[in-house]
């Protein structure tokens, strides 16, 4: 099979990070797989990859000499994989006018959504073939919503890879790692810290709204708390090592991916409960998870948590068996094999 792998950008990011791994543990597998980047900035994720970087630069979402260029990349292709929707439709838009026969897969990082009102001709035509979810409950309104027949739903969940590498820095209690935005619920890390007066917590993740972020820095310093931010670091994992425990504090992920990356490196930590991986996770640490977002209840749980012995080994154990590179591989091989037959 020829694999080729699409997506616009690869800045920092959880589908990016998702993206590169898959290319990787392809191309680590003897298969044959490129990657595609439609837009001309390429992100700081594209030194990581391991595979072909095809040459393409979209001037326009709709100039059809763009269009015309990647279709005849597309033909040097056996399966054609596009991570998110506007993807897809742009490739499936492509295929359409310039009479591509290739099979298209969409892989969903988020949730598979019609946004209000559609022409019924554009919600079929633009309706993927093949369809990858993260999660059970994306899969299910892929087949019960939009239509697609399960026999073509396929769950991947998602993928962290094991880093080895060391990053120097300073040690600290917590450690948050998520972009900073409203939507992430960051501001309650520092409540959560601010019943902690000797404490310290590391912040990792971009500034995505900057209010937002100065908002918590006015915070932190009302209320004289030791926090360190992060915005400019593109792996994660070595920095773990040097805290004591992980916090999530999303209300709502499909993933999230942190919790891998945190399982990865041995790290105990409380999260929401949300997402697929908590759904995973939860059976085997109970204590890592809470349903709320009460600081007092944070507190307790944390304090239960920082006097307990983390159990690294049943950690790796769980990784490598829902999360490794052989178990994602084989899930992954599987459904090219269904596709392409």
Known sequence: MK???????????????????MCNILQENNQEVSAMLLLEHKGELVSQLKVPIVSFNRKSKWNLLSMYACSKILRQYDIIHCHSKHIF???KLVCLLMRVDKKLILQDHSSFKIQGRQLVIFKYLFRPDYYVGVSEA?????????????KNVFLLENI?????SDIKYSFTDFILVSNIKTTKN?????????????KSIRIIGRV??????????????????????????????????????GLHTSPSETGPLVLIEYLAQGLPFLAYETGEVAKILKPHFQDYFIDNFNVEEWKTRLELIMNSVPDTQKMEEIFEQYFG??????????????INV
């Open 325 to 338: 590179k052989k178990q994602y591989y084989s899930k992954l091989e599987n459904i090219y094999k269904c």
């Open 186 to 198: 960051n501001m309650f890390a520092l409540e959560v810290l601010n019943a902690f007066p000797d």
């Open 160 to 164: 962290i890879l094991k880093s080895s």
């Open 208 to 245: 995505q709204e900057q209010k937002y972020y100065d908002d918590m820095h006015t915070y932190r310093h009302l209320n004289n708390l030791t926090v360190d931010f992060v915005t400019t670091l593109n792996e994660v994992q070595p920095v773990l090592k040097n805290s004591s425990i």
């Open 89 to 91: 439709r742009y490739i």
């Open 3 to 21: 694999i080729l792998q699409i997506i616009d950008q690869l800045e920092i990011g959880g589908a990016e990070r998702v993206f590169v791994d």
């Open 138 to 150: 994306i899969n299910r309104h892929a087949i019960d919503k939009v239509g697609i027949p399960e």
